[in-house]
């Protein structure tokens, strides 16, 4: 990348992190179980609720155990249960309907990060009911109070119930666009490792490495603060000593429960000190290919790392400490490459492949342009690089033509 270019890009991130400190982030308050959310509804004076989550979680019985809860201690309950994957405005305008017929007070996302999604947008309609989702679309156009919004993720790893973002389909224009502003952070996260017992092993491998991609990217980037720092790490830690445990056997709660706390703490990193190239790598890939989100992180992230080269060794020293892999007097290079070759072990036990499969190589060029244009310049990556730059990942994660 040229000079002028870079030095746009960096300032452009150095105004975003100087207003982090006066911006009004915040995490959301941990439940721990399902069980203690109509104590939390009743303690709020809330006796109305809306749970919104899709068809495959409420069938296979796990919002069972909550809507029980909810009809014992006599707390209204309305169930949308139609989100799909990327909801759609029509989605959310139905759910809406249901919230407002039903006065609810308050709104649950279960299941996903479209489900949290969804429930978030429905939220931010009513807090504005004089705009549609597409005038809401962008960065700052909310700017009311949402109703009360509880997350339980079904997954660990999309960080959804920590973030200011919910993205929304248009089907008709397929225009995909996200909703992004203080009020969508939901006010709970429930961290209740039951509802993800029954994920398939896939998925926990490659939501558990998609937290961990966020935990990295946001760690070496240059818009870190102390806390968020913090946050990366112990995410990183917990990652390393649970996600194997939970991939080969899904009864682990213990083990679930801590993804699902590095999940949390991977996601509050992330919202303040943002993603890099390999989300910018993996959103145009999933886009253009609907290859699913978490793996391809999983497969990018090393190429992505070694590109940076020695600039993040020691932010990968840090990291490679967090995981348990370094000590702290050794050499950062060597430390630096530990780290890496950890997540590509890491990625083999899971059965992650090094490739992702199905890139048209006559397409790179343009996907590389796709991907610069969405990190630059507001990702705060460790070194900058342009479309010329970014085209050798997509070369080097795709499969040779045999
Ligand atoms: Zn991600």
């Known amino acids: 990348m040229n000079i002028a270019q870079q030095l746009f890009c960096r300032a452009f991130q150095f105004g975003f992190k100087v207003a982090i400190p006066v911006l009004p982030y915040r995490n959301p308050d941990i439940l721990n179980a399902v069980d203690e959310i109509p104590e ?38 309305t169930v949308y249960d139609k989100v799909e994957a990327n909801p759609t405005v029509a989605q959310v305008e139905e759910a809406r309907r249901l919230y407002i017929e039903n006065d609810a007070q308050a709104l649950i996302g279960f299941g996903g990060g479209s489900s949290m999604d969804c429930a978030k947008a429905v939220g931010v309609l009513i807090a504005r009911p004089d705009k549609n989702l597409e005038q809401l679309g962008g960065i700052l156009k909310v700017w009311k109070k949402t109703p009360l919004m509880i997350a339980v993720p079904t997954t660990a790893g999309t960080g959804s119930e920590t973030t200011v973002a919910a993205v929304i389909v248009d089907p008709e224009t397929k225009h995909k666009y996200a909703v992004m502003d203080f009020p969508l952070i939901p006010d709970y996260a429930v961290l209740d490792p039951e509802v993800t017992r029954s994920l398939p092993p896939s998925i926990t491998a490659g939501t558990g490495m998609d937290a961990l991609t966020h935990a990295v990217e946001a760690y070496i980037g240059n818009s870190t603060t102390k806390q968020t720092r913090r946050e990366s790490l112990r995410a990183v830690r917990l990652i390393f000593h649970n996600l194997e445990r939970a991939y080969r056997n899904g009864d682990d ?27 910018a790598v993996a959103h145009t890939l999933g886009g253009r290919y609907n290859v699913p989100h978490g793996q391809t992180c999983a497969t990018v992230l090393p190429y992505v790392l070694e590109g940076y080269g020695a600039k993040i060794y020691p932010q990968l020293k840090a990291l490679s400490i967090a995981a348990g892999l370094s000590e702290m007097d050794e050499d950062e290079a060597l430390a630096a490459r530990k780290f890496i070759q950890a997540v590509k072990d890491l990625n083999a036990k899971l059965k992650i492949p090094d490739k992702v499969n199905g890139i ?43």
């Not at 590095?262 to 996601?267: E, I, N, S, T």
């Not at 990190?375 to 990556?381: I, L, Q």
């Open 360 to 402: 048209k190589r006559e397409e790179i060029p343009l996907l590389a342009k796709l991907a610069a244009k969405e990190a630059n310049p507001v990702y705060p990556v460790p070194v900058l690089m342009d479309e010329r730059e970014l085209k050798r990942f997509f070369y080097d994660i795709s499969e040779v033509d045999s």
């Open 40 to 77: 939390l509804l009743h303690k709020k004076g809330i006796t109305s609720v809306l749970l919104v989550t899709d068809q495959s979680i409420r069938s296979l019985g796990l919002t069972k155990h909550l809507e029980e809860i909810l009809e014992q201690e006599d707390i209204d309950l």
């Open 253 to 279: 709660m213990k083990a679930r429960r801590n993804m699902l706390r590095a999940a949390y703490l991977a996601g509050c990193a992330f919202t303040v000190s943002y993603v890099g190239y390999v989300h």
